[in-house]
């Protein structure tokens, strides 16, 4: 597993986030402290405090996730 920080400033970057996931193969988790959201759900995605860094949990290969990373490389921090 791969692990990142992400941040979200808006609403709008949610979706889009969400949006981008949804298309990968491989599951992707957001992990906030003790919490672990489905990061191809938006329900899910709303339930954590989004205001502060957010951990990005890519299970995929490394070729997989490098990909990826870069379709949101906008959210990184």
Not at 17 to 25: A, D
Not at 29 to 57: C, H, M, P, Q
């Amino acid at each position: 597993m791969f692990e990142k920080k992400i941040q979200f400033n808006a609403v709008n970057e949610i979706k889009e986030f969400v949006n981008l996931t949804t298309r990968q193969p491989f599951d992707i988790d957001l992990i906030a402290g003790r919490y672990v959201a489905d990061a191809k759900s938006i329900l899910s995605v709303f339930g954590l405090d989004l205001g502060s860094e957010v951990t990005l949990g890519i299970h995929a290969t490394e070729a997989e996730a490098q990909e990826y990373l870069t379709q949101i490389e906008k959210f990184l921090v």
